[in-house]
């Protein structure tokens, strides 16, 4: 390891920064002012993704990997929202990772440049695991924005509910819609449930 060149690793930490800014642009349309960043929702979508694999029978930590690095393209072509991508050619997120990677170390730009094309592919259980999280978590932005008096976050909780493949994710869906947002609070304080 110590012949390796890190500069590029130490460039793309810097650029995986950007993602904490970088704003889920489709909320906009929903109305939301100050939306989630791309790293906040990548951080929920990896969770979930665990717990999708755990309960689907794959492995957790590997969905929980691709889901880390599901949007990390976005440093590069923002967070082209539905709309956007009908008026614009979506960067292949292929492409644009080995580019990300040009310069790192073989063991590592191989391992990020596998992930992507896994996740993408749809190659794997815990790809679908991966993917069916970042609908999930879509569906509980929605929510929870929804409850914050953003209405039309409606649509994306339908949209995203109604992409979901797996057995555990759409059963996680429809107790999420089953909930309310602050019904794990009142619980936790052993308050009676509404």
């Not at 939306?35 to 979508?45: F, G, I, K």
């Not at 339908?158 to 797996?166: A, F, H, K, Q």
């Not at 057995?167 to 909930?179: F, N």
Request: glycine share 8%; hydrophobic share 40%.
């Amino acid at each position: 390891m110590a012949d390796n060149d890190l500069s590029a690793v130490a460039h793309f930490l810097f650029e995986a920064g950007t993602l904490k800014n970088a704003r889920r642009t489709g909320w906009w349309m929903a109305g939301v002012r100050d939306p989630e960043s791309v790293a906040e929702h990548s951080w929920r979508t990896a969770l979930i993704a665990s717990v999708i694999a755990k309960l689907e029978g794959a492995d957790p930590a590997r969905a929980a990997f691709l889901a880390v690095w599901h949007d990390t393209q976005e440093s590069r072509t923002g967070d082209v929202n539905y709309l956007g991508k009908k008026y614009s050619t979506a960067a292949d997120p292929r492409a644009v990772t080995a580019d990300q990677t040009a310069g790192m170390p073989d063991v590592l730009a191989e391992t990020i440049r596998d992930l992507v094309d896994e996740y993408e592919a749809k190659g794997s259980a815990e790809a679908i695991c991966a993917r069916d999280a970042d609908k999930l978590e879509c569906l509980l932005q929605g929510i929870e924005y929804k409850a914050q008096g953003y209405e039309s976050a409606q649509r994306w909780i339908d949209n995203s509910r109604g992409r979901i493949v797996t057995e555990t994710a759409g059963r996680l869906a429809d107790e999420l819609l089953a909930q309310g947002g602050l019904d794990w609070l009142r619980k936790a304080l052993g308050e009676a449930e509404r």
